[in-house]
């Protein structure tokens, strides 16, 4: 990431297409906080008759990610945190 805030955009080598700009790690980050207190938000409602239910449109999604790094445009694995990191905090 030090390389895209010097250059502007990088390639990012991994399984396919991944490109990263000055704001990508900051982007991600943001993106995972949201999806993180959109699992929050769910697993807190107290709705009684119909399930709780969320969708985070987000960028870069993260969905294509894989634990050794990036791949297919996205940068963070983001499924992993929004499920674990709710857990950390709900006890």
Not at 17 to 44: K, M, N
């Amino acid at each position: 990431m030090d390389q895209a805030s010097q250059k502007g955009i990088i390639y990012i080598d991994g399984s396919g297409p991944t490109y990263a700009t000055a704001t990508t790690f900051q982007e991600s980050l943001l993106a995972a906080g949201a999806g993180i207190t959109l699992v929050d938000s769910v697993a807190a409602s107290k709705s009684s008759q119909d399930p709780p239910m969320g969708f985070a449109l987000i960028r870069p999604p993260g969905h294509h990610a894989i634990p050794k790094g990036p791949m297919g445009f996205c940068v963070l694995e983001m499924w992993p945190l929004q499920l674990v990191m709710p857990n950390v905090y709900m006890d």
